[in-house]
């Protein structure tokens, strides 16, 4: 059988004392409390299979996929040998799930869910990184994104740093729309491996925040991938001032060039919530993104802006991930009318097509991806992000 490269990740199965096996984990084999059960990560380039596809399965030809901070801290271990990432993680399983590609074959019924044509080789797609069951209670119910059977792309099945990656059709998305905004290819490939973190992005403040009113204030705790597109969406939605919280220097930079983000505050030098009353006229903000995984130190300046601030009904969404509690003062968002939202994934709900045309209509993310790599340096980059951030999204380019 035909070989590939895959940028493989593995871990010892050692669960802590407090870690009890739930429903939907698998003994050994995956669960979804990572940082309890795997130890002493690996990460290497590996030998594996070309995949087929089978009925309603695509082939696709990698061409351009984008490191997560995911991808870094499941193979990030504390001091204790234990992997950062919270969430769903089955190992070993290749890494990587912000892709773009060419199909190579469709598997027997596999269609473009657009036109409802068949694959027959040779089209651009991106994917969802969630593979969604359909069947569940939730899916059922509308909200894919917590599907009770998911599997994720490069952390419970095997994912996209490697030549080839088998995906069902239903989580492809076309970039043929993209040709109207970029002429030569490679950079529809780039575009479109940024579109998974621009859904989530979108996820986060258009879907679980419920959007904005234009004229509206917003304030975006982060300048990673997913903080910069929440700023290029929300000002296209209308903001009046989209302020951004970020203390190191290139992101900080990378924002104005991209120009989402209208005013920036260092919180490592000014108090931020006195900064943002000071921007805002003493209003504060309609919403809030915790896009850090720092809660325990974000979250305090946030609840002052809103207490302090005369904005009521503000929102504010959590899309970062991390184990700490947040520490959530109730009378705050009582007397404020404020609420709390929680954010995962990017499935559902129109989200993907609608971030595809807002590239296609200019939106341009490609400015994010601030360094270009191959697949034989995708292991030394994931572990240098442990401990560098002036990059901001390194993208493996492939042939």
């Known amino acids: ?63 351009a996929v984008g490191i997560c901070g995911s991808d870094v801290h499941m193979a990030q271990a504390h001091e204790d040998g234990y992997i950062f990432y919270p969430g769903l993680t089955g190992f070993p399983s290749i890494l990587g799930h912000e892709l773009s590609g ?18 027959k080789g040779g089209e651009f797609v991106c994917a969802e990184e969630m593979l969604w ?7 059922a119910d509308g909200w894919p994104n917590h599907c009770e059977r998911l599997d994720e792309i490069g952390f419970n099945v ?16 076309s970039l043929e729309p993209l040709r109207a905004a970029y002429e030569n290819e490679s950079d529809i490939f780039l575009a479109g491996s940024l579109i998974e973190p621009t859904c989530v992005a979108y996820n986060a403040v258009i879907e679980r925040g419920g959007g ?12 990673g991938p997913i903080g910069l597109a929440a700023c290029m969406i929300l000002k296209r939605m209308g903001a009046a001032k989209v302020i951004l919280s970020e203390p190191q220097q290139q992101r900080a930079d990378l924002a104005r060039k991209m120009g989402g983000a209208d005013y920036i505050i260092d919180p490592t030098k000014v108090d931020f919530a006195e900064e943002v009353l000071r921007i805002t006229d003493g209003m504060g903000a309609s919403l809030y993104l915790e896009a850090t995984g720092l809660p325990t130190i974000v979250y305090p300046g946030i609840e002052k ?16 991930r991390a184990e700490a509690k947040i520490p959530v003062t109730g009378e705050v968002l009582q007397v404020r009318r404020a609420q709390i939202v929680g954010a995962q994934g990017h499935s559902g709900h129109g989200t993907f097509p609608r971030v595809i045309q807002c590239m296609a209509d200019g939106m341009d993310m490609i400015p994010m991806i601030t ?18 951030r002036s990059n901001c999204k390194i993208t493996c380019v492939m042939d």
């Not at 739930?22 to 990460?43: F, N, R």
């Not at 069951?133 to 899916?139: D, F, K």
């Not at 095997?158 to 998305?173: E, K, M, Q, S, T």
């Not at 904005?212 to 300048?223: F, K, L, M, Q, T």
Request: glycine residues 10%; hydrophobic residues 40%; aromatic residues 6%.
């Open 1 to 63: 059988m035909a070989k590939m490269r895959g940028v493989t990740l593995d871990a010892t199965w050692a669960p802590k004392p407090e870690f009890t096996l739930g429903a939907k984990d698998i003994e050994g084999v995956q669960t979804y409390l990572g940082s309890l059960v795997w130890k002493d990560p690996k990460i290497e380039i590996r030998e594996h299979d070309i995949p087929e596809p089978g009925p309603g399965q695509v082939l696709i030809k990698l061409k």
């Open 102 to 119: 060419i199909v190579v074959k469709g598997g027997p019924g596999a269609k473009d869910k657009v036109t409802n044509r068949e694959f």
């Open 133 to 139: 069951c359909g069947s569940c209670q939730p899916c």
């Open 158 to 173: 095997n994912g996209a740093f490697a030549d080839y990656i088998v995906l069902p059709d239903r989580c492809l998305w």
């Open 212 to 223: 904005i009113r234009p004229g509206d204030n917003v304030v975006i705790c982060g300048a």
């Open 305 to 320: 802006a809103v207490w302090e601030g005369r904005t009521l009904n503000a929102t504010i969404v959590v899309v970062a």
């Open 371 to 388: 360094k270009r790599v191959t697949l034989d340096e995708v292991p030394e980059n994931i572990i240098a992000l442990q401990t560098d």
